[in-house]
């Protein structure tokens, strides 16, 4: 029973503080094998027992999360205990240089701003978080510009990739006002204590077709202004139509009102004429 079970150990730091540790069982352990892992950050130090493993369709440790890791610039010493029927087996060590193992966060705050007159965009970003490193230049960049794809006007994805870039912005010349693009960038290393691997991809930003997206902003602004401007005239020419209408429609003659000095004239007219036909009358039938 010389030599150990376990293959492929390996640990990574993400999201600045949190540690995976992970390990392949040999195919020829038996169900009862069990696995303990132990870490410590100096040679004075007692070893820690993982408090998070994770398990295999079995039972057997295959795994451990840990939390509130200090990287700083710490080695890390790490055993793996193999019990199998009762018996220890020779353990597995790893002594790991921890900022070695990290996985650096995407730059954060990735901001593009394109004018029009001069064909470019400025993008610009911030460095990614880390628990041990302060300094901007600690870090350079890839980033990736890429063409929306737009099968209307047959236009296909293309992506183009920008490495070494050692500050923290970039001028993209190759700007169109018409077209759609995306960017994401990510870090590494540039001569300081951080891991020489690629960290994680930001999120896509996508920038360009400025003009399409004001013509229909304005056109949603302009549909409910037009909408409006309708029915206030529409309501103006009802109120002026209201007050025509109502000064011309007479009014219904209340028979228990007085006379007018109008009504009156005529009323007199009336016995006027009458009263003169009859006097008319009586002078012939005296004759």
């Known amino acids: 029973m010389n030599g150990t079970a376990i293959e492929n150990f390996v640990c990574v730091i993400f999201n600045v503080s949190f540690m995976n540790c992970t390990w392949h069982v040999d195919r020829t352990a038996s169900r009862d094998t ?15 027992g993982c408090q998070n493993y994770v398990k295999d369709n079995c039972g057997r440790h295959t795994g451990c999360k840990f939390q509130n890791v200090t990287i700083e610039n710490k080695r890390a010493y790490f055993l793996v205990n193999e019990s199998r029927n009762g018996q220890n087996i020779q353990p597995y060590t790893e002594m790991i240089i921890l900022y070695t193992i990290e996985k650096l966060t995407p730059p954060l705050n990735v901001t593009v701003n394109c004018t029009e007159a001069s064909h470019g965009c400025e993008i610009q970003w911030q460095p990614p978080r880390t628990s041990h490193v302060k300094k901007r230049a600690c870090f350079k960049y890839q980033i990736a510009i890429e063409n ?57 930003v996508e920038f360009g077709g400025e003009q399409l997206a004001s013509i229909s902003s304005y056109t949603l602004f302009l549909i409910p202004s037009l909408a409006a401007c309708s029915l206030a005239f529409f309501l103006c020419r009802v109120s002026i139509y209201l007050k025509k209408t109502s000064a011309t429609i007479p009014q219904p ?34 004759a």
């Not at 069990?34 to 820690?48: G, I």
């Not at 228990?256 to 002078?283: A, R």
């Open 34 to 48: 069990q696995y303990f892992l132990y870490w410590k950050t100096s040679r004075k130090e007692d070893f820690t």
């Open 253 to 286: 003659r209340d028979p228990f009102h007085e006379i007018s000095p109008m009504d009156f004239q005529t009323e007199y007219k009336k016995q006027l004429i009458t009263h003169e036909t009859e006097e008319i009358i009586t002078i012939e039938e005296v």
């Open 148 to 204: 929306k794809a737009d099968p209307e006007k047959s236009i296909k994805p293309a992506s183009k990739i920008e490495r070494n870039i050692t500050g923290n912005s970039y001028t993209f010349g190759s700007f169109s006002a018409g077209k759609r693009y995306s960017v994401k960038i990510r870090a590494t290393d540039n001569g300081c204590l951080v891991s020489t691997s690629w960290g994680e991809w930001s999120t896509p």
